[in-house]
């Protein structure tokens, strides 16, 4: 590797200034991305054809999954950029280009309105937010380490890293306070759109202070020396002992991370909410405690790999992750099993409300409340086209079942996500870091980026639908058994899911064990 002279010192107020910078827009970037996979099981009966919504959920899962595997495209195309002219203008283009696509999705009409349309234009904003994202990390992780001290990269740029999962909380609040600013079906009407509107004010913001930093100091020199990549692209793959770096990088450290990262936030939102059936306002308000829970965690593990090193603390959240997943998720399925808790027969409740339908004619829903003697809730909510004489049925739906649950199930619930956050924080404090000590500076947003947005946008972006997808295929294979008289395959089908992130990281920690060092590649 070649080694640039040596960084001048930064001192603490500039470098606050610079985190601040970066991390606001980055934080927003975050927040646009997954604002679409927070309302998931929203977005599945608003742009896809009625009628299986199991195929719908998992329709919107692979949407939201294509934003992550276009994410090494904007890698390379954005990461080039950020090496021929620099790293601020070039992440100012992805958080506009980030924030336009967000603001549109909000604005599409519903599957019922145009068609194959609704779900085509869903695609191609997805897209083109995976391009946006695939430039912004490598752009605002570099754009900080190469501010901060050399033995202090870990700790500087772990607030980089907070600003994933503060993204996420950012947007379950934004949600949670748009719910319950309004009635459920005014929600699920019209305002899940408030989410993806609100975002371009917050664009707004950050442009105006991205506007004004400065480019990076090390990058400055860099190109006032002439010492800057004519071909960041070239340079970072065609040579044999970088790409040999790019390839450890990538196998041996953000494939595992990734997958460890979208299983402790993302599948475990989506399995309390579509397995556990945990009202959606309980799944947010859960998920944001635990995610705030975590956060500090980011920093405390960035700066102690600045201590004892990189690599033992990233493989330590692998291994852990893999060796407690299935246990973790078997607690949280047990939690909140009704079969768990005795039913009170004199507290069964039904309510009927007959509303106007929006596609004519009235519409009956019949919502029916199970009392359990631990304080636990379910409702299960039929709606039902009526014929505008007798209200009698016309039609027929799918129930919706919603599990309240009790204080301390919750908290349970609370304590198991945040372990995982804590698995998620060892493995993704420390790699901003990592990969940036990995390569020189001519080719580093290039190289560091490629390698990072494969691993967590494809290894860890396609986890939510195929996880989905093997626990579905698990559950199918069971029911067919069970109509057949057979022994049933899978003894807890909602578990099969986990297989893939297991494996990944499996294969992750046994390379990074092997091949990864604990010491720097590149001194700058």
């Known amino acids: 590797m070649i080694s640039a002279s040596p960084k001048p010192v930064t001192d603490t107020r500039s470098l606050i200034g610079v985190i601040g910078a970066s991390s606001v827009g980055t934080l927003i970037e975050w927040y646009d991305f997954y604002i679409f996979g927070s309302l998931a099981t929203v977005l599945a009966t608003k742009f896809f054809p009625e009628g299986n ?9 692979a949407t939201f999954a294509a934003g992550f595997v276009v994410r090494p495209f904007g890698a390379l195309f954005f990461g080039r950029l950020g090496d ?19 603001f549109a999705i909000g604005l599409i009409p519903a599957y019922e309105t145009i068609g194959f349309w609704a779900p085509t234009l869903v695609l191609v904003l997805r897209l083109l937010q995976g391009l946006a994202l695939g430039g912004e990390y490598g752009g605002a992780a570099t754009y900080v380490a190469e501010h901060a001290p050399v033995g202090q990269r870990g700790y500087w740029t772990s607030w980089i890293q907070t600003t994933a999962t503060v993204g996420l909380f950012v947007s379950l609040l934004v949600i949670l306070l748009t719910r319950t600013s309004m009635s459920t079906d005014a929600f699920d009407d019209w305002g899940w759109r408030v989410p993806f ?5 917050m664009v707004a913001i950050s442009y105006v202070i991205r506007r004004n930093m400065h480019e990076s100091p090390l990058f400055a020199k860099a190109k006032a020396a002439g010492k800057t990549s004519t071909n960041p692209l070239k340079e970072s793959f065609g040579n044999k002992y970088n790409f040999k770096f790019v390839l450890l990088a990538l196998f041996g450290a953000t494939m595992g991370q990734g997958v460890v990262w979208y299983t402790g936030q993302f599948y475990a939102m989506n399995f309390i909410k579509t397995v556990c059936n945990v009202d959606a306002m309980q799944t947010d308000e859960l998920m944001s405690v635990a ?4 956060t500090p965690f980011f920093v405390v593990f960035g700066w102690l790999s600045d201590k004892i090193g990189r690599k033992g603390i990233m493989l330590t959240g692998m291994l852990v992750a893999i060796l407690s997943y299935r246990t973790i998720y078997e607690t949280m399925y047990q939690t909140t ?15 009927t409300t007959t509303t106007p339908d929006p596609k004519g004619g009235l519409l009956k829903t019949t919502t029916v409340t199970h009392l359990y003697t631990d304080g636990t809730r379910l409702m299960e909510t039929t709606k039902r086209a009526a014929s505008s004489a007798s209200t009698n049925d016309t039609g027929k739906s799918d129930v919706k079942r919603s599990v309240l649950l009790n204080t301390s199930d919750r908290w349970t619930l609370i304590w198991l996500v945040f372990i995982q956050v804590l698995f998620v924080t060892l493995v993704y404090g420390p790699i901003a870091a990592f990969l940036v000590e990995m390569f020189p500076v001519k080719i580093r947003y290039t190289s560091m980026s490629l390698p990072y947005h494969i691993g967590n946008g494809v290894f ?7 996880a989905t997808y093997l626990a579905t295929k698990a559950k199918e294979a069971n029911a067919v058994a069970e109509k057949a008289g057979a022994a049933l395959p899978y003894a807890a089908p909602y578990l099969e899911g986990l297989w893939y992130p297991i494996i990944v990281a499996a294969v992750s920690l046994v390379i990074g064990v092997v091949y990864l060092s604990n010491r720097a590649q590149v001194t700058d």
Do not use: C, D, H, W
């Not at 021929?84 to 967000?102: D, E, N």
């Not at 995610?291 to 975590?294: A, D, V």
């Not at 808790?341 to 039904?350: H, K």
């Open 460 to 466: 860890g972006g396609l986890l939510p639908a195929v």
């Open 291 to 294: 995610l705030l829970m975590g």
């Open 337 to 351: 099993n009704l079969a768990n808790r005795q039913e009170i027969p004199a507290g069964l409740s039904i309510k």
């Open 84 to 102: 021929l002219i620099g790293r601020k203008y070039t992440f100012m283009v992805t958080l506009l280009l980030m924030g336009g696509a967000t």
């Open 197 to 201: 509107l609100v975002s371009i004010l």
């Open 53 to 61: 919504p199991t195929a719908a959920f998992l329709s919107t899962l």
